[in-house]
């Protein structure tokens, strides 16, 4: 049966019972067991996500049918009480909400309306969160999360409801109306504090199309864009003309005890909430960094104080330090990695598919912004792992910003590029930065607006590219190096000939690399360098 005709009947969902053939889809195969049924679930649902429906979007056909999907899921998972899918769960709640995503996506404002009621009436009846319970203070709720309680646990049905919930809210369109959105805001939170990622986005693309203008008086149940943002940081957040780092403002002395804000600071006393709390800022900067909303700043700056704040272990007794230091050090790299969030693109999430609203050259902007501050806090860090922190972020900031922006600062750029890559190189687990480091670098290197800049820094760069030439845990890392080597030999002869016995002899040990790409980049390093 085609794609076509096995859509049409894909409003047969059923979570109890299975026919591939027929084009109806079931959960209830891999409730059985039968792992082969469950995979061929799997493989149709992907297959629906990846080629019929982004054709549907662009066509904008056979809305009817996508929205009676999404209603059957919905409608199905609400009249079934208690289920428990064991084979291939996640792989098949990952499909899942896949699809969601994407049909949800193709439905016009009106059939969005009556989805997102629909979700919303079964989410209220899950055991996860209750109305009552949302509207109160997470105060009682968060002692729940404790780091000594199976945090990451969830019913089966509360999983598979909260999170196909987060997927409709990533999925929707600016203009839809979110029922009672203060305790969709507060339910999301907890599903954060609880591990989902799932929900951390929804909140970013929930902070990315909620209406500014919006007038508390409108509707009863609803709120305006500044009682969400006190909703989901509390009201910690200082003004936006601030240019340091949170924790040097006071930003912790008057917050919520609920908010993001003052989780993602370490102030709860406990890691495991403090790095799910950096990941939800995150995504919630991404948000508002992608409408070009001032408040991003104030999340960037709460960032970065947690980049600077590991002075602050030395006050704790050393038995306490031995035990916080892994979780501490876990949620200062999640920091870090928060500006990979903020910089990357997400086929998650925020995308002009799930009708994101995206600013024109918010990554310049962002690029533009950050760098005078990283590079003064660098400069001014008096400390290993600050520092080596800050150049992670760094290196993220600019492994995703257009080329062409990178090359207005090169000069001063250059040298931090380099630094950032030595300290990488240290830990196997940071090649892939590394790797995008490089390409940056290589992009700098053959531009000729680069070549002012590469020209005045060759030594600094050939000194630390030489030491890459047998980097072994990543051979795309290897094969760039030397091609950036190749780029070098083709500045003025009087700055490179210097390091010209240096790069050889690099070069030489790898003649014998185990990579045939390498081995054919370095005997074309040799052959350049040899005529310099």
């Not at 951390?200 to 203008?213: F, I």
């Not at 990941?279 to 408040?295: D, F, N, P, Q, S």
Request: hydrophobic share 45%.
């Amino acid at each position: 049966m085609s794609l076509l005709n096995s859509l049409s009947n894909i409003h047969g969902f059923d979570l109890n019972c299975a026919n591939t053939s027929t084009g109806d889809i079931s959960l209830g195969s891999s409730v059985q067991g039968n792992v082969k049924s469950a995979k061929v679930v799997i493989q149709l649902l992907e297959c629906y996500s990846n080629e019929l429906l982004p054709w549907i979007q662009k066509y904008e056909v056979f809305e009817e049918v996508l929205f009676k999907f999404v209603v059957s899921i919905w409608k199905q998972i609400g009249d079934c009480m208690g289920f428990a899918v064991g084979i291939c769960e996640k792989e098949l709640l990952d499909a899942t909400m896949k699809l969601m995503k994407v049909a949800v996506a193709c439905c016009s404002v009106e059939s969005q309306n009556i989805i997102i009621d629909k979700a919303y009436t079964v989410l209220s009846s899950s055991t996860f969160l209750s109305v009552k319970d949302s509207l109160s203070s997470l105060q009682v709720q968060l002692k729940e999360l404790e780091p000594t309680q199976e945090m990451d646990k969830f019913p089966s049905r509360d999983e598979w409801t909260h999170s196909l919930f987060a997927s409709v809210i990533i999925a929707l369109r600016p203009q839809t109306h979110i029922p009672n959105i203060r305790t969709v805001l507060h339910f999301l939170k907890i599903a954060l504090l609880k591990g989902s990622v799932t929900a951390a986005q929804a909140l970013g693309s929930l902070v990315n199309k909620l209406d500014l203008k919006t007038s508390g008086t409108e509707c009863s149940v609803g709120c305006t864009f500044e009682e969400a943002m006190d909703i989901i940081f509390g009201k910690s957040l200082r003004s936006s003309s601030d240019n340091v780092p949170a924790g040097e403002s006071g930003i912790t002395g008057n917050g919520s005890e609920t908010g993001l804000t003052f989780l993602a600071l370490g102030a709860a006393n406990s890691g495991l909430l403090q790095v799910r709390s950096v990941v939800g800022l995150a995504w919630i900067g991404k948000g508002l960094l992608m409408r070009g909303h001032e408040k991003v700043k104030d999340i960037t700056m709460v960032f970065l104080d947690c980049l600077l704040s590991n002075g602050r272990m030395g006050a704790l007794p050393l038995e306490e330090n031995n035990c916080d230091w892994d979780m501490h050090l876990s949620a200062v790299k999640c920091a870090a990695d928060a500006f990979r969030v903020l910089m990357s693109d997400s086929e998650l999430c925020l995308t002009r598919k799930f009708h994101a609203i995206i600013r024109p050259l918010y990554k310049q902007r962002f690029f533009s912004t950050m760098m005078p501050i990283l590079q003064s806090l660098i400069i001014q860090s008096d400390s290993l792992l600050s520092r080596s922190m800050l150049y992670r972020a760094f290196a993220h900031v600019i492994s995703d910003t257009p080329l062409m922006v990178i090359l207005n600062d090169a000069k001063k750029l250059i040298p931090m590029l380099m630094d950032s890559l030595k300290l990488l190189s240290k830990d196997v687990l940071d090649k892939d930065i590394m790797y995008s480091l490089l390409l940056v670098l290589s992009g700098i290197l053959t531009d000729k607006n680069g070549q002012e800049a590469v020209i005045e820094n060759a030594h600094i760069i050939s000194n630390c590219l030489v030491e890459f030439v047998t980097y072994p845990h990543m051979m795309l890392v290897r094969e760039t190096t030397i091609q950036c080597l190749v780029a070098i030999s083709e500045l003025p002869h009087t700055r490179i000939y210097p390091m010209r016995i240096q790069v050889l002899q690099a070069v030489s040990k790898a003649l014998d690399d185990p990579k045939r790409a390498v081995r054919q980049e370095a005997v074309r390093c040799r052959q350049a360098w040899s005529v310099v």
